[in-house]
């Protein structure tokens, strides 16, 4: 089966107009029995993005990556990886290409009582492909690069979670890669060794590595993430550059006034042309002290509305304006308005 590329981007607005992209799937899936693990789901990873592949547990990241790494095969759908195919069925495979692909998906298993450096030479000593001249100084380059060179010679067990962490991304490195692809690399690390890696992670990236990171935590992904694709119960729901997600958030107003005004505020922002208006009461104070009388909050996006226009109007229509914010949405607030729920937003 072959697919024109613009099939590769529905549901998504990243694109790869000039067949670049490191990862591309086309309407990749995966069942389990009856479960639609994996949805027909287009990815595009776009060179020198550190891509952000979030979502909820169990919304089918783990999943996904395993195909892209042809550790287990997909029920339909097709994997490119750097240009060359991975899966599909009735195709002419090529994963000779996972040698310019670094991956942690479980992190290797290290010897606790082996020092970092004899862990890293153990597997490459059990690499066939690896050349035993340039061991040595492959695995020195790898520590080095995750910053772990001072730290070579000591025991796994005594090295703190974000070492541990940073010496199973150097087990990735052993040889030099294109794309990485890391399946929630900070999953289980207390805040020090979360930071670490995304430092890591960006320092890689500014290599011209390309770098696939799953994540469940939202605050991680803005951090360290070029790019963002949202998985939501098997389906990629949005994929895009996160200036773009950002971009396409629109600001609201959020009004305080008397509860018995609340509905002519309302009036008065729908008449404006804003989006429309939701009013809460419980949202601060219920009483507001200068005028001893129940408080009411009136928000609704401003759309095209003149932020100048709205107090004047307000106060034209003998609304008594208590408290008056310009709220910018949160990229929380986006991800709920595509997937209906939240994401944790911190470790
Ligand atoms: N080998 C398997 N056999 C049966 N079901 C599976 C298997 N692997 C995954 N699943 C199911 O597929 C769904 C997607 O799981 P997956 O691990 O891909 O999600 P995830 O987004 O990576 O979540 P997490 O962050 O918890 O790992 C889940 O409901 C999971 O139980």
Do not use: W
């Not at 949202?283 to 009136?298: I, K, Q």
């Amino acid at each position: 089966m072959t697919l024109e590329l613009s099939d590769a981007v529905v549901g998504g607005a990243t694109t790869d107009p000039d067949n670049s992209a490191p990862v591309v799937t086309r309407r990749l899936t995966k069942r389990f029995g009856h479960q639609v693990a994996v949805n027909e789901v287009d990815l595009v990873v776009p060179a020198g993005s550190v891509y952000g592949f979030l979502g909820p547990n169990g919304s089918g990241k783990t999943t996904t990556i395993r195909m892209l790494l042809g550790l287990i095969g997909p029920s339909a759908g097709e994997v490119d990886l750097l240009g060359a195919p991975m899966a599909g069925a009735g195709r002419r495979l090529d994963v000779s290409v996972l040698r310019r692909v670094g991956a942690l998906v479980e992190g290797p298993a290290f010897h606790p009582y082996l020092s970092g450096r004899a862990n890293l030479n153990r597997l490459e000593a059990a690499d066939p492909y690896a050349d035993p001249h340039t061991s040595a100084r492959r695995v020195d380059t790898a520590l080095d690069r995750v910053g772990l060179l001072n730290a070579a010679r000591k025991r796994y067990r005594a090295y703190s979670l974000g070492m541990r962490q940073r010496l199973a991304i150097a087990s990735a490195l052993l040889v030099p890669r294109d794309l990485l692809v890391l399946d929630e690399p900070t999953n289980g690390l207390d805040p020090q060794g979360t930071r670490e890696v995304r430092h890591l992670v960006t320092d890689l990236a500014a290599d011209g590595t390309t770098v696939l990171v799953s994540s469940h935590l939202l605050s991680e992904v803005e951090q360290m993430c070029s790019h963002v694709g949202v998985m939501y119960e098997g389906r990629l729901v949005t994929q895009q550059p996160l200036t773009e997600l950002r971009a396409g958030t629109e600001p609201a107003v959020r009004l305080r006034t008397t509860s018995g005004a609340a509905p002519d505020a309302a009036a008065v922002l729908s008449c404006l042309g804003t989006g429309e208006p939701a009013i809460a009461s419980g949202v601060g104070p219920a009483v507001d002290a200068s005028t001893d009388t129940e408080v009411a909050t009136v928000t609704a996006s401003l759309r095209e509305v003149a932020l100048a226009a709205v107090v004047p109007a307000l106060v034209a229509a003998d609304v008594p304006v208590l408290g008056f914010e310009i709220v910018e949405p949160s990229l929380e607030d986006v991800f709920v308005g595509l997937t209906g729920e939240g994401f944790e937003i911190s470790g």
